[in-house]
């Protein structure tokens, strides 16, 4: 029999409905393989029970004749940002360890209604704020790549590490990621996989732990953009318990697949031209033109001005955003406590806070105190949402001439784990790339192009008008079709 | 602009997170530098741009007028608001006194 780990969601699904396999036998090679991978520190807690328990309804479900879902019988990783009905939810953060929701998140519910199952929850960079999984309290997670030659330890990316480091290792054949500025994408660039942040507003951002409200977005991370169709649209649509859900249709993303671009525009930003990009991604870059063009696209040069100032107001409104939502964790009513002898109500916040935050996260929530405070408001935050406006601006009039844009995901391939934590700036300017579009809430996905002189993954990037998942699915199909990416990590763990 | 260490001091206050003399020696560089990085924006031309709010068109919406419209996010819930705080007494979450 074929080895059931080495299976996507749509061959899973696929084989469960004709009968090749049992949703059991899928549910139990998973539990089996993520049982052995302990060393990778992708997940936080696993639920090998809940994976069974929904493998056993789909096989049910099937015997009865009954019609099954999208992702009937798919095991998935959950990244533990997303609140889960009886199982601990941390952001990986201790301020939150032990915390066990008494409800569903939105998005997770949606998955189970789809027959999908839960193989655990998935590490991550503590309250999704980094970008190599070095923030989290449980520990750092550990790619599945090694660089040829050497054995470092590689960072999978961030935020959604423990989400990029399982589907790449084959212990999850999808997982949910969010993405605030490039928390999907990078790590998907990183470890060779795909994966798609929607047009804001088309996950519901409910039970979802909030890092940066206005930008906060779930999306699926799998080994293929069939993949990702599908699971994306298992993941979307309108919930009226999130104010900023979309009131529209979820399109049949997987059905209106479709390769063939002849008559669209792809648009390359000459700004994304950057100093510090590796030669290697460049040429990536200009293959993924040339598969585009084969596949029946015309090239076109568009301009985003703004883009050198997407980051920095970044680091302003996302920051901002995350000391109001983050003042929730207070030691009152969910978490951590820490009452040293003696102390009133504002100490005890105080002593919590400092106990239960990691570094990044308090540098994070200095800064948006700072850039909010009295005084400071208008030349940081008032001018961060206005250059916001402008590179959203840039984004609708490149789409006046093109379709979809193409570029590189990250500027380099994953580094080793500890070999960027000199200034915070340097990890911060890794998703250069990926936070324009983010900023702008536009659709935009990573899908892997090749591997580098050192054996390393390399993604490239699509990002498509707002509502047009389509758009950005249908070019990295072309993308995929052409690469031939076949390239995975030899196991070691 | 830049920040010193009672300045840190203050925001760690506003913030309410409690950070011993070491722990502000070691922000005050670090958030000096990305305040550095930041202030490139100055350099925008921003005049007449309204700044950003919401990226998506989008208007609130009204739900029913209708108690537990939505029962999950309704009323009645009492336990399992409580089922994760620290302390909760009497039904209701406990904290250090308040007053004197």
């Known amino acids: 029999m074929t080895d059931l780990t080495s299976l996507g969601v749509k061959d899973i699904r696929d084989g469960v409905a004709k009968g090749d396999f049992t949703a059991r036998e899928v549910a ?44 009937a019988g798919v095991p998935i990783g959950m990244k533990d940002l997303f609140a889960t009905n009886g199982v601990q939810t941390t952001a990986a953060s201790h301020i939150l360890e032990g915390f066990t929701p008494r409800y569903e998140s939105t998005v997770s519910q949606k998955l189970w209604d789809a027959g999908a199952g839960m193989l655990g929850k998935l590490n991550l960079d503590q309250f999704a704020m980094g970008s190599s999984n070095e923030t989290s309290f449980f520990g750092n997670v550990t790619s599945p790549w090694k660089k040829a030659g050497s054995n470092a330890a590689m960072s999978p990316g961030g935020s959604s590490g423990g989400s990029s480091a399982a589907v790449a290792a084959r212990i999850a054949p999808a997982a949910t990621g969010t993405d605030t500025g490039g928390s999907i994408r ?33 999306g699926p991370m799998a080994r293929s953009v069939e993949d990702c169709a599908i699971m994306l649209g298992a993941m979307a649509g309108f919930d009226p318990k999130d104010a900023t859900s979309l009131q529209m249709d979820v399109p049949d993303w997987e059905a209106a697949l479709n390769s063939d671009l002849r008559g669209k525009k792809v648009g390359i930003p000459r700004e994304y031209r950057m100093e510090g990009t590796d030669q290697a991604i460049l040429e990536s870059w200009e293959q ?36 109001s939502n983050l003042a929730r964790y207070d030691g009152v ?49 008032t001018q961060a949402q206005k250059v916001r406006a402008l590179v959203a601006r840039d984004f609708a009039l490149a789409f006046e001439q093109c379709d979809v844009i193409l570029a590189p995901t990250t500027p380099t391939a994953s580094f080793p784990l500890g070999s960027m934590n000199e200034d915070p700036l340097t990890m911060y300017l890794n998703d250069v790339f990926a936070v324009p579009a983010s900023l702008a809430g ?11 002189a050192d054996g390393l993954p390399l993604g490239l990037q699509l990002v498509g008008k707002p509502f047009d998942e389509q758009g950005v699915l249908n070019a990295g199909l072309a993308i995929q079709q052409r690469a031939g990416f076949t390239a995975k990590p030899e196991k070691w763990w | 602009m830049s920040v010193d260490k009672a300045t840190v001091a203050k925001i760690a206050s506003l913030a309410r997170i409690r950070m011993d003399d070491a722990a502000l020696e070691r922000m005050v560089p670090e958030l000096n530098g990305i305040l550095q990085w930041v202030e490139q924006l100055g350099e925008v031309d921003t005049a007449g741009v309204e700044p950003m709010a919401a990226v998506i068109p ?6 029913e007028d209708v108690v537990d419209a939505d029962p999950l996010t309704g009323g009645g819930k009492r336990e399992d608001v409580l089922a994760n705080a620290p302390a909760a007494e009497h039904g209701f979450f406990g904290v250090p006194k308040v007053i004197e």
């Open chain 1, 442 to 452: 536009l659709p935009a996905m990573s899908v892997p192009a090749t591997i580098n």
């Open chain 1, 28 to 71: 139990t090679s998973f539990n089996a393989a993520v049982a052995e991978a302990a060393h990778l520190n992708a997940f936080i807690v696993t639920t090998p029970d809940h994976a069974l328990a929904a493998a056993d309804k789909v096989d049910a479900a099937r015997a009865a004749g009954e019609a099954l879902g999208r992702m």
């Open chain 1, 186 to 218: 990078q790590p998907a660039a990183f470890t060779g996989i795909c994966g798609i942040k929607p047009t804001y507003g088309r996950c519901s951002r409910w039970g979802i732990v909030a890092f940066a409200s206005s930008l906060d977005q779930a």
């Open chain 1, 288 to 323: 993924g033109k040339a598969w585009l063009r084969d596949a029946g696209a015309e090239i076109v040069d568009v301009s985003l001005p703004h883009t050198k100032y997407a980051l920095p107001a970044y680091y302003i409104v996302a920051p901002a955003e995350a000391s």
């Open chain 1, 333 to 381: 009513r969910y978490g951590l406590r820490d009452l040293p002898e003696g102390v009133g109500l504002q100490d005890m916040y105080a002593a919590t806070r400092a106990a239960g935050f990691g570094d990044e996260v308090k540098r994070r929530i200095l800064i948006g105190t700072y850039v909010l405070s009295a005084g400071f408001y208008d030349a940081y935050y």
């Open chain 2, 58 to 63: 989008n208007t609130l919406r009204l739900r």
